[in-house]
């Protein structure tokens, strides 16, 4: 490579790494849906948890490969970790709550990923899947401690900063929640641009030639889905300090698939598709259930089937071939 094509080459990736002014749109959106709906924020903080949720999974798979059908076991220990340390514990003030359940998924997905992670393809699947299962398992079976089936009551979380309690309209929750969204998603950005993350797209594209230029790949791999849990863990964590309470329902496996069709709507491997695509399905699924409660799920199936068969690259894909039409029409 030539001296001038290096240059070239380190300039795109610094350029690449600033932030667009583009980029601020889906920010200024969810400022503006604040004073636009406020009788409608205890959903926006749901859509929020979303894609915390969904940008985790997406940090994995659209950005290493890492094909899961098991994230919601994460999601379900920093449910739990938040919950638990309030109910039992009698910590209830919530950031440091959230730490806690953000470690506490880092540790399990941290121990569960370097075991999982030296299997690939269809026996990765299957393993992801059976730790989400057994995850719900032991939830199920201390009871003491989870409340087993019938859920986990108790917990009471402080004023966020000794200020802002829960409203009953989830006012400042919404922005409690929009701010940790934009501290993960700083800190996904960071990772996505870093030469960690050019490593990560490397495993994804050929894995044989990342180990043969001597990679440390399955160390990567247990690096970003340690990370990835962390993140899971502290979407949980919100969901638990928002609803003060907590069922297995947080462990199950339509948790996981529902985040995956998140991913698979907005697109996989944009930083935003997470946004477009947990915001979609969490709004589509609200109104589907509101006109048939026992159905809702055939549209967001057909949604889905649509989206796959006619729009490569999910929503954001879709989004970006209209605006290169348009600007190509324009000129």
């Known amino acids: 490579m030539t001296d001038t094509a290096a240059a070239n080459a380190v300039d795109y990736l610094l350029k690449r790494h600033r932030f667009r002014p583009s980029e601020a749109l889906p920010w200024v959106l969810a400022v503006a849906a604040f004073f636009v709906f406020p009788d409608y924020m205890a959903l926006g903080t749901q859509v929020l948890i979303a894609i915390i949720f969904a940008l985790s999974l997406d940090l994995i798979l659209g950005y290493a490969g890492i094909v899961t059908l098991g994230h919601a076991a994460y999601f379900g220990v920093g449910a739990y970790a938040a919950g638990m340390l309030s109910a039992h514990g009698g910590w209830n003030e919530p950031l440091t709550g959230l730490v806690f359940a953000g470690a506490c998924a880092a540790i399990v997905g941290f121990l569960s990923g370097w075991v999982l992670l030296r299997y690939h393809g269809l026996t990765l699947l299957m393993l992801t899947l059976a ?9 199920n079976a201390a009871e003491i401690w989870t409340g087993g089936f019938d859920g986990l009551t108790g917990i009471t ?22 701010a940790v969204l934009a501290l993960m998603f700083y800190v996904t950005r960071r990772i996505v641009y870093s030469p960690f993350g050019q490593a990560l797209v490397g495993i994804r594209e050929n894995v044989g030639r990342m180990h043969a230029i001597g990679s440390p790949v399955h160390r ?43 991913i698979i709507l907005g697109g996989t491997g944009r930083l935003y598709g997470a946004f477009v695509g947990a915001t979609v399905f969490t709004i589509l699924e609200d109104e589907l259930a509101k006109i048939s409660p026992e159905f809702w799920e055939f549209g967001v199936g057909l949604v889905l089937v649509l989206t796959v068969m006619f729009v490569q690259g999910g929503l954001l894909g879709l989004w970006d071939k209209v605006s290169s039409r348009w600007i190509k029409r324009s000129a």
């Open 131 to 139: 730790v989400a299962i057994l995850m719900q398992e032991m939830a």
């Open 157 to 178: 979380i402080d004023p966020i900063l000794g200020m802002f309690d829960n409203d009953l309209w989830g006012h400042h929750y919404y922005w409690y929640s929009l």
């Open 220 to 262: 990567r791999l247990v690096t970003v889905y340690t990370i990835s849990a962390a993140m899971a863990g502290v979407a949980g964590g919100l969901f638990a300090q928002l609803n003060a309470f907590v069922t297995l329902d947080v462990l199950d496996f339509a948790r996981s698939g529902a985040v995956m069709i998140m």
